[in-house]
């Protein structure tokens, strides 16, 4: 745990760097494009079939029913729209991770790198398409997940649990290879993996308690619905940022584990971390 707590400090560090800072604002400008177009093109007609879809099969009244159970019966004229967003919030995220990780994260591995650990040989054992797949493979086992547990987010309580466990998961398959991928082979990468999965995992689930905090703009009822471009945006913002942080604790972690494990196997000597994130 002091591994992961020294992570975190020199992650928080990097992250007021003006590079790290200015790096979220590419993927937020690209993602805000996409989702500004498809919303504009899209959310109405999804809405609209939504609500044919309800009204034919009875679901008004279902939802009405269910949600008087938890004391939220005064939502349910805005069932339509809430349910719109929270489907496309998964496909948000997908596109905000997909961004940071392919434009983003070769960016933080040059720059943890190079600053701190410029003498760690990179064997370039990760590539994009890794990359890609891992994460494209790892969301639509998280997006399930989402869906599945979705009546439980209605709970706010319930949302401090499921969304930082599902968060910590998806944040832990995909920014550990990310990180490893410039300096570690594939057998070093498959072994630091293994050997640090607990220590990782708990950066995850800490990381998926911050990147649950946007779905707090969600839980506004009517007003979500009304402010849902604004919120939208700011979402996205929250995402990328989150995204950039986890991805520099996870390589400030697993380049110190990398550096770690040469020097114990002989590889190469332990490298000396090298503070100069502080203008």
């Given at each position: ?66 949600l ?10 805005v ?52 990359s ?11 997006a ?25 998961w ?43 905090a ?9 007003l ?6 604004v ?8 995402y ?12 400030h ?27």
């Amino acid at each position: 745990m002091q591994k992961v707590l020294a992570a975190f400090g020199k992650a928080l560090l990097s992250q007021l760097h003006f590079r790290m800072l200015m790096l979220t604002v590419i993927p937020f400008v690209l993602s805000v494009t996409i989702w500004g177009v498809l919303l504009w093109l899209g959310l109405q007609p999804m809405i609209d079939w939504l609500h044919a879809y309800f009204a034919d099969n009875n679901g008004f009244k279902m939802a009405g029913d269910v949600l008087g159970w938890f004391g939220l019966g005064a939502i349910k004229t805005v069932i339509v729209p809430l349910i719109a967003m929270w489907v496309l919030l998964p496909l948000m995220i997908l596109t905000a991770l997909l961004f940071v990780g392919t434009l983003a994260m070769p960016i933080i591995a040059r720059h943890v790198g190079s600053r701190h650990y410029p003498q760690l040989e990179q064997r370039k054992g990760g590539t994009v398409i890794g990359s890609l797949w891992l994460a494209t493979y790892s969301f639509f086992i998280f997006a399930t997940l989402w869906i599945v547990t979705l009546p439980l987010s209605m709970l706010p309580p319930l949302t401090f649990v499921v969304q930082p466990l599902l968060w910590g998961w998806l944040t832990y398959r995909v920014m550990a290879y990310d990180a490893l991928a410039d300096h570690a082979d594939a057998a070093e990468s498959k072994s630091i993996l293994k050997q640090h999965r607990w220590p990782l995992l708990a950066i995850g689930a800490i990381t998926g308690a911050m990147g649950a905090a946007p779905t707090l703009l969600w839980l506004g009822g009517a007003l979500s619905v009304i402010f849902f471009p604004v919120l939208a945006a700011g979402a996205i913002w929250l995402y990328v940022l989150v995204f950039v942080f986890t991805g520099l604790w996870f390589e400030h972690y697993c380049l110190d584990a990398l550096a770690q494990y040469r020097g114990k196997g002989g590889n190469s000597a332990p490298m000396v971390p090298v503070m100069k994130d502080i203008n």
